[in-house]
């Protein structure tokens, strides 16, 4: 069964960096296409970024540059380096295979304060 832990949120101020990560057990980390989602309190789930087994990397239009993915492999880990954080980012990040078919985990809590 696969098993999704995220962690590495926190309450940080506007501008601040933070980094995520996802440790992934019981799947094929290697061969599979993953994904971090966010959502928002009252808001749908969206996704947020997503890195290819090729390590070809995407993220949505409100990223504006602020968010690096990666993975490594070798760890079974799946990373997001936020460089400057906004009050609007402030959600629960969750990591899934993209198009969010595994269980999902419980999440990491990020707190943006103005």
């Known amino acids: 069964q696969v098993q999704l832990v995220e962690s590495g949120g926190g309450l940080v101020q506007a501008g601040e960096p933070l980094k995520l990560s996802c440790a992934v057990s019981g799947a094929m980390f290697r061969l599979s296409n993953m994904a971090w989602y966010r959502q928002a309190p009252g808001k749908q789930r969206e996704l947020v970024a997503s890195?290819?087994?090729?390590?070809?990397?995407n993220s949505a239009d409100f990223v504006q540059g602020r968010f690096t993915i990666s993975r490594d492999n070798a760890k079974n880990t799946l990373y997001l380096q936020i460089h400057s954080l906004k009050p609007e980012d402030t959600a629960v990040y969750y990591c899934?295979?993209?198009?969010?078919?595994?269980?999902w985990g419980q999440g990491t809590q990020v707190t943006v304060s103005s």
């Open positions: 890195i290819t087994t090729r390590h070809n990397t």
């Open positions: 899934n295979v993209l198009g969010g078919y595994w269980s």
